[in-house]
């Protein structure tokens, strides 16, 4: 099974908020730590949303993987949990981070070795990311100036917009949303021959289709499944 380290994940963003001052916004603080432009609100609240999964995520990881573990994850999922229930986001940080204690790092710290010693994913650096994302971005902006057919480019600016979100989330969700994204935007291509003549048979078409096989290939290469690269680039008669 594939999966990225969901306590690794959780380890960063906490340590991180660890430096944030205790009486600097609640809100504010988690828009840094979660990358989330300030004043969306929506945006934010998902975000948290996600990332309070993250501890049950852990939990089950971890049983899946060592099934005889004593169940250390007690102390830090209590303390993550009650942070996050008992936080009030327009009062101070201090209303969330108090409840991060050293034992909370520490023992959350031990689940992430665990975890990693049978993990089969890479992380993807920053500048990874940010070439990813850059790449999508700018083929979003060339989707939204062609001259493809109405329903075809509102499809593809869907599915491009789903990648984005996938990668700005990437430090909470990990790699494989992003996998899923592009597996959605090129899948449908196999099922309709109008849709894949469009991608094959144009400029910006091709275009999509080159960008897409270069994210699923350093996606794929960190997954462990190069397979998706290589059905991209069989899309543009390279494969």
């Not at 990693?116 to 700018?138: F, G, Y």
């Not at 109008?194 to 078409?205: A, F």
């Amino acid at each position: 099974m594939q999966y990225d380290n969901p306590a690794a994940r959780l380890l960063s963003i906490l340590s991180d908020g660890k430096k944030v001052a205790a009486n600097d916004p609640c809100k504010r603080s988690w828009a840094t730590l979660l990358e989330t432009p300030e004043g969306d609100g929506a945006l934010l609240v998902s975000r948290i949303g996600k990332l309070m999964g993250l501890p049950q995520e852990i939990i089950e990881r971890t049983q899946e993987l060592y099934p005889n573990q004593r169940q250390t994850w007690h102390h830090w999922s209590h303390q993550v949990n009650t942070a996050f229930s008992t936080q009030n986001l327009n009062a101070q940080w201090n209303t969330f981070i108090q409840h991060i204690d050293d034992h909370t790092i520490n023992y959350l710290a031990n689940a992430a070795e665990l975890l990693e010693a049978r993990s089969t994913i890479k992380q993807l650096d920053a500048a990874s990311v940010k070439e990813l994302r850059d790449k999508v971005n700018n083929l979003l902006s060339r989707v939204v100036d062609s001259d493809f057919d109405a329903q075809l480019k509102k499809y593809i600016i869907h599915h491009l917009r789903q990648i984005l979100v996938a990668i700005d989330e990437y430090k909470i969700t990990g790699a494989l949303p992003i996998l899923d994204a592009v597996e959605s935007t090129i899948g449908h291509a196999y099922l309709d021959e109008s849709y894949r003549n469009s991608l094959q048979g144009t400029e910006i078409g091709k275009e999509i289709l080159t960008t897409l096989a270069a994210v699923a290939n350093l996606v794929t290469i960190a997954v462990g499944l190069p397979p998706l690269a290589h059905a991209v680039l069989q899309l543009t008669g390279h494969g």
